[in-house]
């Protein structure tokens, strides 16, 4: 799907120079990594690029890595979400296809294989999972038998999606939320990508022995956005070239909020004619979108591409004027940063992980949740002030260019890797 294909060597990745790495080489120990996950390419997630750019920056840092994941369906090809860094070597689990679940989409079945015999041999220093549920368990067990410290980045707000489970939806957040709190508690660290998930995590977990508990954004290739050209949302959507683009980027799905951000948009589309909505992605409320769009009388200027590869879909996003955001589900909020690195400003409702992301007043409006009857009418207000204002979106693009570089993923795979360094010295 993105043109690469991942290495299929008999062994786990080693340091080796490859073109497209970046920096020294480090002197330190390698450490043996297993990285285990719930998803995984070719479906495209903040989880699975999460998981790809972190297997990889490890590689590339001299580390040894041996990630765990679902296997794609028969005849698929895995692919790459464009991560830098050496191919890395990889144990298939046996895997399925849940029902209504979105297409590329598997999950580990909970059976002996191949795979975890496989990490097994590989003796890891540390095994790091990405979810708490089958994955994470093959992942914590791995970690007892090989006496290794269990790493978990916590990337999912789990009771936001109790609607794909019909009428058990309801019952999710009191099956979830022991078993959360029980999980963390057993880990050396838990990983944050946001500040405020942080501080749940630790609130949750009060007076009990705490793990570490670390803020650590997932990150991104700056330099690799940077060099991506800019494509053509107008043309592909059929509008003028003046047309004055808002851009989303992101599964076209209810928890993610996208009618309400129509409805911003709508609002905004009142009092600019030649405002046009661009939703870069795919997903199962894109029926619902086109009808609320139609019903507010600006079904011909909401455009929603369906999937694409990630590529592709940032030189949309990079060819926009302004970038909006309305999900109220996220752990960071990873397609801020992207936004930002192809210097766009942003609006965002101030959902978990934005007003961290965005830097309001410099590279975006953050626009508050409260009061919230009047939200969508704010949200709508504060694009529709932006996008006419073409000094303010030229200064903001300056800032979001530069400020983008917090999220440079050497630096952050870096942080990463020291936190697994501080857990393993504090077992010693």
């Not at 890891?124 to 970690?143: E, I």
């Not at 009428?167 to 939320?177: A, C, D, K």
């Not at 609130?203 to 330099?223: M, S």
Request: one cysteine or more; charged letters at 25%; hydrophobic letters at 45%.
């Amino acid at each position: 799907m993105y043109g690469l294909a991942p290495g299929s060597g008999s062994g786990p990745v080693r340091a080796t120079r490859r073109s497209g790495d970046n920096g020294p080489m480090p002197r330190r120990t390698p450490l043996r990594i297993a990285i285990f996950g719930e998803s995984y390419l070719p479906y495209r997630s903040g989880v699975t690029v999460s998981t790809e750019t972190l297997a990889r920056g490890l590689a590339a840092r001299g580390n040894e890595v041996l990630l765990v994941v679902p296997r794609p369906a028969r005849g698929v090809a895995p692919g790459t979400a464009g991560a830098r860094g050496p191919d890395p070597e990889i144990a298939w689990l046996p895997s399925a296809h849940p029902p209504s679940a979105p297409a590329g989409y598997r999950v580990p079945l909970p059976v002996p294989s191949a795979a975890l015999r496989r990490a097994r041999a590989f003796e890891p220093d540390v095994v790091h999972a990405n979810s708490p549920f089958t994955s994470g368990v093959m992942a914590r067990a791995l970690a007892r038998r090989v006496g290794a410290p269990l790493v978990f980045t916590h990337h999912t707000r789990f009771d936001d999606y109790g609607h794909y489970l019909g009428p058990l939806g309801p019952v999710v957040p009191r099956i979830t939320e022991p078993w959360l709190s029980s999980w963390w508690a057993g880990c050396a660290a838990v990983i944050a990508p946001g500040p405020e998930l942080a501080d749940a995590i630790r609130d949750t977990l009060g007076q009990r022995r705490l793990p570490v508990v670390r803020v650590i954004p997932t990150g991104i290739d700056i330099e690799a956005i940077g060099a991506l050209p800019e494509g053509h949302p107008r043309r592909r959507a059929g509008w003028g070239h003046d047309a004055r683009v808002v851009a989303s980027l992101g599964r076209v799905a209810h928890e993610k909020n996208v009618l309400t951000l129509v409805e911003a948009f709508a609002v905004a589309a009142r009092r600019q004619s030649r405002l046009r909505l661009l939703l870069v992605g795919g997903g199962p409320a894109e029926k619902a979108v086109r009808a609320r769009a139609e019903a507010l009388g600006v079904g011909e200027r909401v455009y929603v591409t369906g999937g694409l590869p990630r590529d592709a879909a940032l030189m949309l996003v990079k060819a926009s004027d302004l970038f909006a955001f309305a999900s109220l589900t996220e752990t960071q909020g990873l397609v801020l940063a992207e936004a930002l690195s192809c210097g766009i400003p942003v609006v965002a409702l101030d959902g978990p992980g934005v007003s961290v992301t965005v830097r309001a007043g410099r590279d975006g409006e953050v626009v508050a949740l409260d009061p919230e009857e009047t939200r969508t009418a704010r949200l709508g207000a504060t694009i529709d002030r932006l996008a006419g204002d073409r000094r303010a979106r030229a200064r903001m693009s300056e800032e979001a260019l530069a400020g983008a570089r917090r999220f440079d993923a050497r630096k952050l795979v870096g942080r990463v890797e020291n936190l697994y360094r501080e857990v393993l010295a504090a077992r010693r």
